[in-house]
């Protein structure tokens, strides 16, 4: 048997995987703030449920099976049908607008790179119940909230995928076309989008090609009263943005597509320097409760990805600052009652008995600042702690043991252990 991961899928380790909890932690804190409450859905859905609205692209990267009881399942692509289930199955009579957040695994048969994996987290919010451009503007405020409390400043991609649909249909593009011709132009192909129109909206495409970004130049000079309400809808949007986060980069953008099917209107994607792809994406979607049978409800969201944020994340929160090592038969439960009174401030306990020079030695090579030693020769209360930075050493009692750490923390900001490897270790 060859001990390997299934192409696609990842452990995720070390400061990695502290960044996700990092992000998770802070952001579900923030979401129920905002009065987003919490819930864990499944990985596992009926297929017609994941394919009434995911669109080929999606589609296509399914991984479907059918289960030991015969049903046709998918897992997750992504969780906003899984969402619009619940809300309909169990939220659906409280007083609106309703507003949930979740994390959960989703899974896309991909071509993996950088930031793209075949099994990747989600962490996203839904509110159910409002079509106000003031819940669209909270959904991409949020966002950028999320990404603000882990020091990310994104820039954030706007749009409203209902004027390029009425631009194209308006045009003499068929509505069955739709669906290949805004899949091209989500990755920058807007050949099929210029085949499909007719007369002067080929001039008019391509205009709009050269300067997506003018969206009040485009509000002036726009006839048709349909995109007009279309691009006003989208200006309050940037508008209400900008009176709720000021310093925040907004660049709308009038050819903005996104691959779901689902989008009726406002959609949104966050960008940040270190990583091509988005950061997260959402938008409205009006009819998608309606089309599985839900009742009809407006609603907007977005999901972050879990993964490609925490790449771009700094340091874990509580990196190990020292460890406790026993260092004799007699000490183990001296070192217990270390470990335990200094619990939750970054000390680790070296399992096995170990001499104080090898403790000295490992505490080093992992460039921690305080070893604790935890030996006979201090009496039954004390332990001998050491400070590699300011290279001092001091026996302690066990009752003033954190608070004399707690001082010493104090007086040497602790670093992440990124810097420490940066910078070497004094000693
Ligand atoms: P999405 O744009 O397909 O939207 O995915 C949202 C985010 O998930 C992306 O911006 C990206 O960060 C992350 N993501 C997507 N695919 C991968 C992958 N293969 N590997 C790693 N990360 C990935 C949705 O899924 C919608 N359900 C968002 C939404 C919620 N719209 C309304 N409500």
Same mark, same amino acid.
């Given at each position: 048997?060859?001990?390997?991961?299934?192409?696609? /899928?990842?452990?995720?380790?070390?400061?990695?995987?502290?960044?996700?909890?990092?992000?998770?932690?802070?952001? $579900?804190?923030?979401?129920?703030?905002?009065?987003?409450?919490? *819930?864990?859905?499944?990985?596992?859905?009926?297929?017609?449920?994941?394919?009434?609205? =995911? +669109?080929?692209?999606?589609?296509?990267?399914?991984?479907?099976?059918?289960?030991?009881?015969?049903?046709? *399942?998918?897992?997750?692509?992504?969780?906003? =049908?899984?969402?619009?289930?619940?809300?309909?199955?169990?939220?659906?009579?409280?007083?609106?607008?309703?507003?949930?957040?979740?994390?959960?695994?989703?899974?896309?048969?991909?071509?993996?790179?950088?930031?793209?994996?075949?099994?990747?987290?989600?962490?996203?919010?839904?509110?159910?119940?409002?079509?106000?451009?003031?819940?669209?503007?909270?959904?991409?405020?949020?966002?950028?909230?999320?990404?603000?409390?882990? +020091?990310?400043?994104?820039?954030?991609?706007?749009?409203?995928?209902?004027? *390029?649909?009425?631009? #194209?249909?308006?045009? $003499?593009?068929?509505?069955?076309?739709? $669906?290949?011709?805004?899949?091209?132009?989500?990755?920058?192909?807007?050949?099929?989008?210029?085949?499909?129109?007719?007369?002067?909206?080929?001039? &008019?495409?391509?205009?709009?090609? @050269?300067?997506?970004?003018?969206?009040?130049?485009?509000?002036?000079?726009?006839?048709?009263?349909?995109?007009?309400?279309?691009?006003?809808?989208?200006?309050?949007?940037?508008?209400?943005?900008?009176?709720?986060?000021?310093?925040?980069? *907004?660049?709308?953008?009038?050819?903005?597509?996104?691959?779901?099917?689902?989008?009726?209107?406002?959609?949104?994607?966050? &960008?940040?320097?270190?990583?091509?792809?988005?950061?997260?994406?959402?938008?409205?979607?009006?009819?998608?409760?309606?089309?599985?049978?839900?009742?009809?409800?407006?609603?907007? $969201?977005?999901?972050?990805?879990?993964?490609?944020?925490?790449?771009?994340?700094?340091?874990?929160?509580?990196?190990?600052? +020292?460890?406790?090592?026993?260092?004799?038969?007699?000490?183990?439960?001296?070192?217990?009652?270390?470990?335990?009174?200094?619990? @939750?401030?970054?000390?680790? #306990?070296?399992?096995?008995?170990?001499?104080?020079?090898?403790? /000295?030695?490992?505490?080093?090579?992992?460039?921690?600042?305080?070893?604790?030693?935890?030996?006979?020769?201090? @009496?039954?209360?004390?332990?001998?702690?050491?400070?590699?930075?300011?290279?001092?050493?001091?026996?302690?009692?066990?009752?003033?043991?954190?608070?004399?750490?707690?001082?010493?923390?104090?007086?040497?900001?602790?670093?992440?252990?990124?810097?420490?490897?940066?910078? @070497?270790?004094?000693?």
């Amino acid at each position: 048997m060859k001990l390997e991961n299934v192409r696609g /899928m990842r452990d995720i380790w070390g400061e990695e995987a502290e960044n996700q909890r990092e992000l998770e932690i802070r952001a $579900g804190e923030y979401l129920s703030s905002l009065g987003y409450e919490s *819930v864990r859905l499944p990985s596992i859905e009926f297929y017609e449920l994941i394919a009434a609205k =995911a +669109g080929p692209e999606l589609l296509d990267s399914l991984y479907e099976f059918k289960d030991k009881g015969g049903r046709s *399942v998918a897992l997750t692509p992504e969780l906003t =049908a899984s969402a619009a289930r619940f809300f309909a199955t169990k939220l659906r009579d409280r007083p609106k607008p309703v507003r949930i957040w979740y994390v959960g695994q989703c899974f896309r048969y991909d071509e993996p790179q950088r930031g793209r994996y075949r099994q990747f987290t989600q962490l996203g919010a839904e509110l159910y119940g409002s079509a106000s451009p003031l819940a669209d503007a909270e959904l991409a405020f949020a966002a950028a909230g999320i990404l603000k409390r882990v +020091g990310i400043a994104p820039s954030l991609k706007v749009g409203n995928v209902g004027f *390029v649909k009425r631009f #194209l249909t308006e045009n $003499g593009a068929k509505e069955s076309a739709l $669906g290949q011709i805004l899949r091209a132009a989500d990755h920058g192909d807007y050949q099929p989008a210029m085949e499909a129109v007719q007369g002067d909206a080929k001039a &008019f495409l391509k205009d709009l090609e @050269g300067n997506p970004q003018d969206l009040e130049g485009w509000l002036r000079r726009e006839q048709s009263p349909s995109r007009k309400k279309a691009l006003k809808e989208l200006a309050q949007i940037v508008e209400l943005l900008k009176a709720m986060m000021p310093e925040a980069k *907004v660049i709308p953008d009038l050819l903005f597509v996104r691959g779901l099917a689902y989008y009726t209107g406002f959609i949104f994607e966050a &960008f940040s320097s270190g990583l091509d792809s988005a950061l997260l994406g959402g938008g409205r979607y009006d009819n998608l409760l309606k089309e599985l049978g839900g009742p009809a409800t407006p609603a907007v $969201g977005f999901a972050a990805g879990v993964d490609r944020i925490a790449l771009l994340m700094k340091h874990p929160t509580q990196p190990v600052t +020292g460890t406790i090592f026993p260092l004799d038969e007699h000490s183990l439960t001296k070192a217990a009652r270390a470990f335990s009174a200094l619990d @939750g401030m970054g000390f680790e #306990l070296y399992p096995s008995i170990t001499g104080a020079r090898e403790a /000295m030695s490992r505490a080093l090579k992992a460039s921690h600042r305080f070893v604790v030693l935890a030996g006979e020769l201090d @009496g039954e209360d004390a332990v001998t702690i050491r400070d590699l930075k300011k290279r001092e050493q001091q026996r302690v009692q066990l009752t003033d043991l954190k608070q004399i750490l707690q001082e010493a923390d104090r007086d040497a900001p602790r670093e992440g252990p990124n810097e420490r490897a940066r910078h @070497g270790h004094p000693l």
